[in-house]
């Protein structure tokens, strides 16, 4: 078993300087959607992507059939709370219109009404979950759908860092690096809890849907490093502030250790992303890890909607 | 210094007649592929030497380009010797007369923003590499890393602007052990080093990808190590010229003679980073403990997304 942690300065507080509040906003909501991501499985995001559809459209059928009578399940003099599927809703009357859905891991809103109006939103939604607020999707810029996002993102758990193969390796974090059998090493990484798997030898990838992860093959070069390529990677983020890769990216790293003086022994990995799609030459980082002791400090920690 | 007897023996080599120096080159080098196969034999570790030279193109995307805030030193593990240095530290010091044409130490080669340009010194009897030379910035003097297993000098050995590196090959990765810098800085915003840190770095090549960590220390200002690592790419279109250009003094404001400083409790921008992004002082000050994951768990209840700004935004009047 080996633990590594990362050294690093504090780039995702940094990541946030310069922007606007209006381009805050932005990156944040985005930042939300795709961290979420990075903590799902496939199949649950494909899930989650379902409810999201049939949130939006249960939202646009609302805005363009306004007039069809839902059935009423709450209502108060300031809000109504609209019960349009078994786990859809509609509250009213804080600003635009809110759809609510209610999944089993947490709750997607689109829109987010009046900022005055929140706290009472908030409320509402507990009335009827208590599971964390996941997403907010904005279908506008104005006050009257952006307002409560600040607060109700206060409510949320889910957010986002740079995740799936491109970007994991380059946030503050640990690695457990363990073999998983006698083909396949298993990096389990703590933020946001995602696991990558290194197949070696002839391993075939099966013929699934592009993920997170991708296809990891990987092979030995000399005395010591390691070789990884992979594909069939779903698009994500290589940033926190939005700068994407796509479903075309491929992905090429090594992994080198080397020894310090003291006795310290870095994990060092060099990472070249290359998609044709959104970069017009290859991104190239590294990032180091240092081997520690035991696993006392190993503290896989999901994703957090505050940091 | 040791080097001054392999020195030696390349001038006396150009004395000697053509017919016994083509002899002496054959049986040095027909010494050698003979001793390679023993010292397998007999379990001593041969390392593969890997070819580094070339014009090395900066490509580290997450680069220093811009440079840092007047006082951001997050993930530096400074001690209160380092961070107190650091916050006298004003930026005018570089238009000092004095200070325009004070090159960085060896260090800035993990901090400063060009490509590299590394070539190799033979010995021409064996062709073994004697030493690899990266070449000069404006602002930065070249480095030697000796590579025929000279010592380092004494302690008390002037410290030249290069500082003193040897090198050795481990597993196709050349390690280089730096000392004799002089005091310079390990952030381009007066975070000190002092004359005694050394740094050890490891030249990782990857096909046309040279990767480079580095590991400072310095008993003095740091209670770590500080690590860093850099990516350069091999580009032969866009060579890298091995010196830079010539220093020129100019007026830029300080009088000869004055040192812009600030007095303890006085660096007006010991606030900035919190004013601007909200983060935590004591993050920005730095320490052993802001490099390590869990210090963001430690201060998160302490951060707040910054407020809607209206003006200056992107300042430290920001409002």
Redesign the interface.
């Given at each position: 078993m080996i633990i590594y942690f990362r050294s690093s300065r504090m780039q995702s507080a940094v990541d946030f300087e310069g922007l606007s509040p209006r381009r805050f906003s932005t990156s944040l909501r985005r930042k939300k959607t795709t961290s979420r991501q990075h903590c799902l499985g496939d199949h649950e995001i494909t899930m989650v992507r379902k409810k999201m559809r049939s949130a939006l459209f249960a939202a646009l059928m609302l805005g363009t059939c306004g007039s069809a009578p839902p059935a009423r399940a709450q209502a108060n003099e300031n809000i109504e709370v609209l019960r349009i599927r078994p786990s859809f809703y509609v509250i009213a009357g804080a600003g635009g219109n809110i759809g609510v859905q209610i999944g089993t891991d947490g709750v997607v809103l689109v829109d987010a009404g009046a900022k005055g109006d929140s706290g009472q939103v908030l409320a509402e939604i507990r009335k009827l979950t208590d599971q964390p607020i996941r997403y907010i999707i904005n279908t506008s810029a104005d006050a009257d759908h952006v307002g409560g996002n600040a607060d109700l993102a206060k409510a949320g758990r889910s957010i986002f860092l740079v995740g799936g193969a491109a970007g994991v390796m380059r946030l503050p974090e640990r690695l457990h690096i363990t073999w998983q059998d006698d083909t396949t090493l298993r990096i389990d990484i703590d933020a946001g809890v995602q696991t990558r798997l290194f197949h070696f030898g002839d391993w075939k990838a099966p013929a699934t849907m592009p993920s997170w992860q991708g296809d990891s093959l990987a092979q030995w070069e000399r005395a010591g490093s390691l070789k990884v390529a992979t594909t069939h990677l779903r698009g994500g983020y290589l940033r926190k502030n939005g700068v994407p890769y796509s479903d075309n990216t491929n992905l090429m790293e090594h992994y080198d250790v080397v020894s310090e003086r003291n006795g310290e022994i870095w994990l060092i990995v060099t990472t070249t992303v290359r998609d044709p799609r959104y970069l017009r030459q290859p991104y190239i980082t590294a990032a180091q890890f240092k081997k520690e002791p035991d696993a006392t400090r190993w503290d896989p920690t999901p994703c957090s909607a505050r940091w | 210094m040791g080097s001054h007897s392999l020195l030696g023996e390349m001038v006396a080599t150009e004395r000697t007649p053509c017919a016994f120096k083509r002899w002496r080159k054959f049986v040095i080098r027909s010494q050698t592929f003979l001793a390679l196969p023993i010292l397998a034999v007999l379990g001593v570790p041969v390392f593969?030497q890997v070819d580094l030279s070339g014009s090395w193109a900066y490509?580290?995307?997450?680069g220093n380009v811009g440079g840092p805030r007047p006082v951001d030193y997050?993930?530096l593990p400074l001690n209160d010797a380092g961070r107190a240095r650091a916050l006298s530290y004003s930026e005018s010091q570089l238009s000092m007369p004095e200070r325009q044409c004070l090159f960085y130490a060896p260090t800035y080669l993990m901090l400063g923003p060009f490509g590299l340009k590394i070539w190799n010194e033979t010995n021409p009897d064996s062709g073994s590499t004697i030493a690899w030379k990266i070449g000069a910035w404006e602002d930065r003097a070249p480095i030697t890393i000796w590579m025929d297993g000279r010592p380092h000098p004494s302690k008390n050995a002037y410290h030249e602007k290069g500082g003193f590196t040897t090198g050795v090959w481990?597993?196709?990765?050349l390690?280089t052990?730096t000392t004799h810098m002089k005091a310079n800085m390990i952030r381009r915003n007066g975070t000190p080093s002092s004359d005694q840190a050394t740094m050890?770095l490891?030249f990782?090549r990857?096909d046309d990808?040279l990767?480079v960590?580095a590991?400072v220390?310095d008993p003095i200002y740091l209670s770590e190590?500080v690590?860093?690592?850099?990516?350069f790419?091999l580009d032969p279109e866009a060579p890298i010229p091995s010196a830079g250009p010539p220093c020129i003094v100019a007026d830029e404001g300080p009088k000869e003679g004055a040192v812009p400083f600030y007095l303890p409790g006085k660096n007006p921008f010991v606030g900035e980073m919190t004013k601007?992004?909200?983060?935590p002082e004591e993050?920005v000050l730095g320490g052993a403990e802001?490099?390590?994951?869990?210090?963001?768990?430690k201060i998160?209840d302490n951060?707040v997304?910054?407020g809607?700004?209206?003006r200056d935004?992107?300042t430290p009047t920001g409002r």
């Amino acid at each position: 078993m080996i633990i590594y942690f990362r050294s690093s300065r504090m780039q995702s507080a940094v990541d946030f300087e310069g922007l606007s509040p209006r381009r805050f906003s932005t990156s944040l909501r985005r930042k939300k959607t795709t961290s979420r991501q990075h903590c799902l499985g496939d199949h649950e995001i494909t899930m989650v992507r379902k409810k999201m559809r049939s949130a939006l459209f249960a939202a646009l059928m609302l805005g363009t059939c306004g007039s069809a009578p839902p059935a009423r399940a709450q209502a108060n003099e300031n809000i109504e709370v609209l019960r349009i599927r078994p786990s859809f809703y509609v509250i009213a009357g804080a600003g635009g219109n809110i759809g609510v859905q209610i999944g089993t891991d947490g709750v997607v809103l689109v829109d987010a009404g009046a900022k005055g109006d929140s706290g009472q939103v908030l409320a509402e939604i507990r009335k009827l979950t208590d599971q964390p607020i996941r997403y907010i999707i904005n279908t506008s810029a104005d006050a009257d759908h952006v307002g409560g996002n600040a607060d109700l993102a206060k409510a949320g758990r889910s957010i986002f860092l740079v995740g799936g193969a491109a970007g994991v390796m380059r946030l503050p974090e640990r690695l457990h690096i363990t073999w998983q059998d006698d083909t396949t090493l298993r990096i389990d990484i703590d933020a946001g809890v995602q696991t990558r798997l290194f197949h070696f030898g002839d391993w075939k990838a099966p013929a699934t849907m592009p993920s997170w992860q991708g296809d990891s093959l990987a092979q030995w070069e000399r005395a010591g490093s390691l070789k990884v390529a992979t594909t069939h990677l779903r698009g994500g983020y290589l940033r926190k502030n939005g700068v994407p890769y796509s479903d075309n990216t491929n992905l090429m790293e090594h992994y080198d250790v080397v020894s310090e003086r003291n006795g310290e022994i870095w994990l060092i990995v060099t990472t070249t992303v290359r998609d044709p799609r959104y970069l017009r030459q290859p991104y190239i980082t590294a990032a180091q890890f240092k081997k520690e002791p035991d696993a006392t400090r190993w503290d896989p920690t999901p994703c957090s909607a505050r940091w | 210094m040791g080097s001054h007897s392999l020195l030696g023996e390349m001038v006396a080599t150009e004395r000697t007649p053509c017919a016994f120096k083509r002899w002496r080159k054959f049986v040095i080098r027909s010494q050698t592929f003979l001793a390679l196969p023993i010292l397998a034999v007999l379990g001593v570790p041969v390392f593969a030497q890997v070819d580094l030279s070339g014009s090395w193109a900066y490509r580290s995307a997450l680069g220093n380009v811009g440079g840092p805030r007047p006082v951001d030193y997050e993930g530096l593990p400074l001690n209160d010797a380092g961070r107190a240095r650091a916050l006298s530290y004003s930026e005018s010091q570089l238009s000092m007369p004095e200070r325009q044409c004070l090159f960085y130490a060896p260090t800035y080669l993990m901090l400063g923003p060009f490509g590299l340009k590394i070539w190799n010194e033979t010995n021409p009897d064996s062709g073994s590499t004697i030493a690899w030379k990266i070449g000069a910035w404006e602002d930065r003097a070249p480095i030697t890393i000796w590579m025929d297993g000279r010592p380092h000098p004494s302690k008390n050995a002037y410290h030249e602007k290069g500082g003193f590196t040897t090198g050795v090959w481990e597993r196709e990765i050349l390690t280089t052990y730096t000392t004799h810098m002089k005091a310079n800085m390990i952030r381009r915003n007066g975070t000190p080093s002092s004359d005694q840190a050394t740094m050890t770095l490891h030249f990782i090549r990857h096909d046309d990808l040279l990767t480079v960590t580095a590991s400072v220390e310095d008993p003095i200002y740091l209670s770590e190590p500080v690590h860093w690592t850099r990516m350069f790419q091999l580009d032969p279109e866009a060579p890298i010229p091995s010196a830079g250009p010539p220093c020129i003094v100019a007026d830029e404001g300080p009088k000869e003679g004055a040192v812009p400083f600030y007095l303890p409790g006085k660096n007006p921008f010991v606030g900035e980073m919190t004013k601007l992004y909200n983060i935590p002082e004591e993050a920005v000050l730095g320490g052993a403990e802001t490099m390590y994951p869990e210090f963001r768990k430690k201060i998160k209840d302490n951060y707040v997304i910054p407020g809607k700004c209206v003006r200056d935004c992107g300042t430290p009047t920001g409002r």
